[in-house]
């Protein structure tokens, strides 16, 4: 594409092909300015999410009789929180900068970072909805709510009596789905599409190893989400509908942002 071309598809509102050769000096404001609202959006989310974790969840109620499934040991997690974006948002994006060193087109990095934020963010946002709308024990509730063993139950509705810390009760009401799980997904999960187009997988050659590097996102986000099972901080049925509702905004992100799937001759095998 010649200079003429690339202006007229500046002019026009429509971004440039992806293979075009854009840097972040040469087009990277323009192409920022012409996503403000996008940008903007985003900013909204992230205040919705730190919303939704500062306000208290409901609280299910729970009595004696339900305390056999909630007594599991109260362990660390294997996969801290802090580790979740890390490993979901940031390594995801340090391979987008590789890529765009490689290839210098920065609407494909913009769209890259733009779209993994949104997969994210409106994934995050679902789940602690989600997560305050029902109140789920978690498995290990009866230690959060008796950390001393001696449980203390209502006369009459034989409901808990916690006498725990606030912070860590509240915590145990935030069982179903599973965070961790949702955003794993989300942001390895954009990443496996991502990488599908860029090395071009579906190209009916018979490369069975570029298949492998799709999935590998996905078998760590598994990885994960198997993980707050064994910790006992998730029931089987929070985790599995966690890596469920992620899809659909996955989806819907990646068509919006990327199409890497549609893009012929711009992986990373073609020069």
Same mark, same amino acid.
């Given at each position: 594409?010649?200079?003429?071309?690339?202006?007229?598809?500046?002019?026009?509102?429509?971004?440039?092909?992806?293979?075009?050769?854009?840097?972040?000096?040469?087009?990277?404001?323009?192409?920022?300015?012409?996503?403000?609202?996008?940008?903007?959006?985003?900013?909204?989310?992230?205040?919705?999410?730190?919303?939704?974790?500062?306000?208290?969840?409901?609280?299910?109620?729970?009595? *004696? /009789?339900?305390?056999?499934?909630?007594? =599991?040991?109260?362990?660390?997690? !294997? #996969?801290?929180?802090?580790?979740?974006? +890390?490993?979901?948002?940031?390594?995801?994006?340090?391979?987008?900068?590789?890529?765009?060193?490689?290839?210098?087109?920065?609407?494909?990095?913009?769209?890259?970072?733009?779209?993994?934020?949104?997969?994210?963010?409106?994934?995050?946002?679902?789940?602690?909805?989600?997560?305050?709308?029902?109140?789920?024990?978690?498995?290990?509730?009866?230690?959060?709510?008796?950390?001393?063993?001696?449980?203390?139950?209502?006369?009459?509705?034989?409901?808990?009596?916690?006498?725990?810390?606030?912070?860590?009760?509240?915590?145990?009401?935030?069982?179903?789905?599973?965070?961790?799980?949702?955003?794993?997904? *989300? /942001?390895?999960?954009?990443?496996?599409? =991502?990488?599908?187009?860029?090395? !071009? #997988?579906?190209?009916?050659?018979?490369? +069975?190893?570029?298949?492998?590097?799709?999935?590998?996102?996905?078998?760590?986000?598994?990885?994960?989400?198997?993980?707050?099972?064994?910790?006992?901080?998730?029931?089987?049925?929070?985790?599995?509908?966690?890596?469920?509702?992620?899809?659909?905004?996955?989806?819907?992100?990646?068509?919006?942002?990327?199409?890497?799937?549609?893009?012929?001759?711009?992986?990373?095998?073609?020069?």
């Amino acid at each position: 594409m010649d200079g003429g071309e690339m202006q007229q598809a500046s002019s026009t509102g429509i971004d440039a092909p992806a293979c075009a050769f854009a840097t972040i000096r040469s087009h990277g404001a323009s192409v920022a300015r012409s996503h403000a609202y996008d940008w903007l959006a985003l900013l909204l989310l992230v205040a919705v999410e730190v919303l939704l974790n500062a306000i208290e969840p409901f609280h299910r109620f729970v009595g *004696a /009789g339900m305390m056999t499934d909630l007594r =599991y040991p109260l362990k660390s997690n !294997t #996969v801290p929180v802090w580790a979740v974006p +890390v490993i979901a948002v940031i390594g995801p994006m340090i391979i987008f900068v590789v890529i765009y060193i490689r290839r210098r087109n920065v609407y494909d990095l913009h769209h890259a970072i733009l779209g993994i934020l949104f997969s994210v963010l409106i994934t995050g946002v679902l789940t602690d909805a989600i997560k305050d709308a029902v109140g789920r024990p978690r498995p290990n509730f009866f230690w959060r709510c008796f950390p001393d063993g001696i449980a203390v139950y209502d006369n009459i509705t034989t409901g808990v009596i916690c006498h725990g810390e606030a912070s860590v009760i509240k915590e145990g009401h935030k069982s179903f789905p599973s965070g961790h799980t949702s955003w794993s997904f *989300a /942001g390895l999960g954009f990443l496996s599409w =991502y990488l599908a187009g860029k090395i !071009t #997988v579906f190209d009916r050659r018979g490369h +069975v190893a570029k298949l492998c590097v799709v999935i590998l996102p996905l078998l760590v986000a598994a990885m994960i989400a198997i993980s707050r099972v064994d910790d006992y901080w998730h029931h089987w049925q929070d985790v599995f509908t966690g890596g469920i509702i992620v899809w659909s905004p996955l989806s819907a992100t990646c068509s919006s942002f990327h199409h890497p799937l549609m893009r012929k001759g711009c992986g990373l095998t073609r020069t």
